[in-house]
């Protein structure tokens, strides 16, 4: 079973809000880069809801039948990177999201309205 992009998308955003995730972004990156269709950054509060936030990603996307390509950074919990292919995740812990400021580097790229 193969997922669209933007179904991988809609179903990382209810996970990591699922997970109380802050500042939750969705960057469009179709026609910026050939990285990825989607960004999603957020942060959590702690190691632990940083941590809570990328297991809960993963469960939804194996659930959905996608191959996790890659998890960074899970073990110190500062910036988790997550490859999902079509979507990339970025779950910073709040003390590092202001520091490298994911969103100005993407500024090309269109926000995506969540619902």
Do not use: P
């Amino acid at each position: 079973m193969t997922i669209q992009s933007k179904e991988l998308l809609q179903l990382t955003l209810n996970a990591v809000e699922d997970k109380k995730a802050m500042n939750v972004v969705a960057l469009d990156l179709r026609g910026v880069s050939l990285i990825s269709d989607y960004f999603v950054i957020c942060h959590g509060n702690s190691d632990t809801q940083v941590q809570a936030i990328a297991t809960e990603v993963r469960k939804v996307a194996q659930e959905a039948g996608t191959a996790i390509k890659g998890i960074e950074g899970m073990d110190a919990a500062r910036w988790v990177l997550m490859d999902l292919g079509d979507v990339v995740v970025h779950i910073f812990h709040r003390d590092e999201r202001e520091y490298y400021n994911i969103e100005r580097l993407w500024s090309d790229a269109k926000v995506v309205e969540t619902v």
